[in-house]
């Protein structure tokens, strides 16, 4: 009996530490999902931030040109926005244009200094991706991403400074890995990338962390799990690499393992006293009672050693009898469900899918409860990434804008008065009567052509008289400029409510960048634009018979979607509407949008 008890308390102390690992690797699990998202979205948070135009405004206007306080007035803005810690833009040829905020000296020329940057900025011209760099002891934490004006051409070079407090938050946070948990980051230099919780105050360049476990990590083996932390503590450990480029990081997080074990210890001490009782009474019974009792342990101790390694019993334990054996399989059939269950769960949220159901097995489940926590941290986590990320669209987009409506303004007022003026002045000259008339056709020409691009980058119709006229307006300039026959049909329910400035300047960029594709790539001798405003929602149709295009091999080919469809599509998303696009080859193209009213 001595014999079984011991070797039911090693089978259960394999599956605690099956089951401890289990939930040490879901845990690490979660967390290496949200770092890495972490570092995609502030990557493209700062692709999307090099595409603003005030940006590529300082990489080509002289220095002693610019406004410094407004140009620190906007980046203040775009760090609030964009939770970044300091922001650095470079010339092409790695001179220094601006730092926002000053957070580390940055030298004017890095010819001579600052090789990793050198690297980083020649790795954002081939591919864009986070890095780090080693500055006085401090890892900094970068993103990149080049900055090009209108031809494609690279005209800078933007470096974002990421702060430490999002990743350092998640590695800290404590669910699920008791008292002596951690969770933390190494690099391949063997450093920590965070900070160590059991020597706050060390830097983590300070922290060599040469252990089994990070070697395992970076070279992708699982040896063992039960090994010795950076302190020289048996522990138990799950780890694995970080998948984010540019950044070769490992992470990893572990438990002491005599805190793991507490359960298993308080059993071997209880069953060490049943036990000795169990030898007294069984030295009074019969073999009758010895063998049933024998086979039945046995049975149960299969159980539990399938368990350990993590196999489930196909069918669930037979319970013939109430007495304590029978008790056991029933609350050891429980278990089975239970960890059935929560090992389902704990798959599909580190699967991503979040709204998946889960009851813990009792108010006092750990695990379970830990895992809903997290699950809702995580569910908070996404719905807040989602908010700022619309927030920050919608901020570039009003930018936009607003920035057409100055350049619109300042080439009427400025550009367009002065060519009247000397339009003007050139009708008072006398003589050379030919060399006149050709001076004033180019310039009635140019006169023109500077009101046509101040009409197209914000029509005065659009704010004065409304949608209906605008696109009106757009329509007949359309036709008249090109082969196109266009239909335009807008049609008001007599209970709809006037269209908002919003609504309206999107619904009137999105026509004409369908017109502009239509002109320029469907060769299209047709083109109808229909609009039918309801009392709940305004419905855009723009349909032409052009030669279409094969919308899944497109983007098959493609790893994303044109700045046309994708500014048409953001637009809409933004108004809370939907996007359509239906095409083929051959048929031609329909595009239609429904937002709200």
């Known amino acids: 009996m001595l014999l079984v008890a011991y070797l039911f308390y090693h089978s259960s102390k394999d599956a605690l530490i099956e089951r401890t690992v289990a939930q040490l690797s879901s845990i690490n699990h979660l967390k290496k999902i949200y770092i890495e998202d972490y570092f995609e979205g502030m990557q493209q948070s700062t692709q999307l931030l090099a595409r603003n135009s005030p940006l590529l405004e300082l990489t080509v206007a002289p220095q002693a040109s610019r406004d410094t306080a407004a140009t620190n007035r906007m980046f203040s803005l775009l760090q609030q926005e964009f939770a970044y810690q300091d922001l650095i833009l470079l ?69 974002m400074r990421l702060p430490d407090g999002p990743m350092e938050y998640v590695l800290h946070l404590r669910d699920g890995i008791g008292q002596t948990g951690e969770s933390y980051v190494v690099g391949a230099d063997f450093r920590m990338r965070s900070h160590s919780r059991f020597f706050p105050e060390a830097a983590p360049h300070d922290m060599e962390v040469r252990t089994l476990a990070t070697q395992n990590a970076f070279t992708n083996q699982t040896t063992d799990h039960i090994l010795a932390d950076y302190r020289g503590v048996p522990v138990l450990s799950a780890y694995q690499p970080l998948q984010i480029p540019g950044l070769p990081w490992v992470i990893i997080s572990e438990i002491d393992l005599e805190e793991a074990m507490q359960p298993v210890f308080r059993m071997r001490t209880i069953m060490v006293g049943i036990g000795l009782g169990v030898c007294v009474v069984i030295a009074l019974l019969t073999w009758f009672v010895s063998v049933p009792l024998s086979a039945r342990i046995r049975e149960l101790r299969q159980v539990v050693l399938q368990l350990s390694r993590g196999i489930w019993p196909k069918e669930p334990l037979i319970i013939t009898s109430k007495d304590e054996i029978g008790q056991m399989k029933g609350a050891m059939n429980q278990l089975i469900l239970g960890l059935q269950r929560t090992a389902a769960f704990a798959s599909e949220i580190g699967n991503g899918q979040l709204a998946s159901t889960y009851e813990p097995l009792s108010n006092e489940d750990y695990m379970g409860n830990a895992l809903l926590q997290m699950r809702e941290k995580l569910q908070s986590s996404q719905q807040r990434e989602l908010i700022l990320n619309r927030q920050r669209t919608s901020a570039l987009l009003e930018g936009e804008e607003n920035e057409r409506r100055r350049i619109s303004r300042e080439l009427h007022d400025g550009i367009g008065q002065l060519l009247t003026a000397i339009q003007f002045k050139l009708n008072t000259l006398d003589g050379q009567e030919k060399v006149r008339s050709e001076i004033k056709a180019i310039l009635e020409e140019t006169i023109v052509e500077v009101r046509r691009i101040s009409h197209n980058l914000m029509p005065s119709v659009l704010q004065d008289f409304g949608l209906e006229a605008a696109l009106k307006s757009l329509c007949t300039r359309t036709a008249q400029a090109s082969r196109l026959k266009v239909n335009f049909s807008f049609d008001t329910h007599p209970d709809s409510p006037p269209l908002s400035q919003e609504v309206s300047i999107s619904l009137y960029r999105i026509t004409q960048e369908s017109i502009h594709n239509a002109v320029k790539y469907a060769q299209a001798t047709q083109l109808d634009i229909i609009v039918d405003c309801e009392p709940d929602q305004v419905q855009l149709r723009i349909r032409d018979n052009g030669i279409g295009f094969d919308w899944e091999a497109y983007q098959q080919r493609t790893t994303h979607e044109t700045h046309g469809i994708g500014n048409m599509r953001e637009r809409t998303y933004l108004l809370g509407g939907t996007f359509g696009l239906n095409t083929r080859a051959g048929a031609g193209t329909t595009i239609t949008v429904s937002v709200p009213q």
């Open 91 to 159: 010339d092409t040829s790695l001179h220094l244009l601006y730092q926002q905020t000053q957070s580390f000296q940055f030298p004017a020329d890095t010819s001579a200094k600052f090789t990793e940057i050198r690297q980083l900025v020649t790795n954002t011209l081939a591919n864009s991706h986070p890095g780090e760099i080693l500055v006085d002891g401090e890892y900094l934490l970068f993103t990149s991403a080049p900055v090009k004006n209108a031809s494609g051409q690279t005209t800078g070079i933007l470096l």
